[in-house]
């Protein structure tokens, strides 16, 4: 599985941005795709995933606390693509995002996009 992410970009707070990831490859096995993102100096953390493909029945979207309510997540199954819409970005938003997706029942595989860049500034 490949993924090509784009949409990053610089904005100031309280601005919008809208990323976007297709997935190509074995998609047929993918049965969840999100977005992570790492900051410099920290850890990769999840911002939010959603599960669906294969014979994963499309689910309800997961968020890290600290996007929930600001950020939205959306899947276009057939079209193997995945969208983070980021509303009242923060300076604490900014990181490099990581678009995933996910294939395998009993061990899950990570297939991990380029990054793309989101910085706002303050």
């Known amino acids: 599985v490949q993924l090509q992410a784009s949409g990053g970009g610089l904005v100031q707070a309280g601005g919008s941005l809208r990323l976007s990831c297709v997935a190509s490859g074995s998609t047929l096995a993918i049965n969840n795709m999100g977005w992570y993102r790492q900051a410099p100096g920290k850890q990769r953390e999840l911002v939010a995933d959603m599960p669906g493909g294969g014979i994963i029945s499309e689910g309800s979207p997961h968020y890290a606390s600290s996007v929930e309510g600001r950020f939205t997540i959306s899947r276009d199954i057939a079209k193997n693509t995945v969208y983070l819409e980021m509303k009242a970005l923060k300076p604490e938003d900014s990181a490099v995002y990581y678009c995933?997706?996910?294939?395998?029942?009993?061990?899950?595989?990570?297939?991990w996009g380029q990054g793309t860049l989101v910085t706002v500034s303050s």
């Open positions: 995933n997706a996910k294939s395998g029942l009993v061990a899950s595989i990570d297939y």
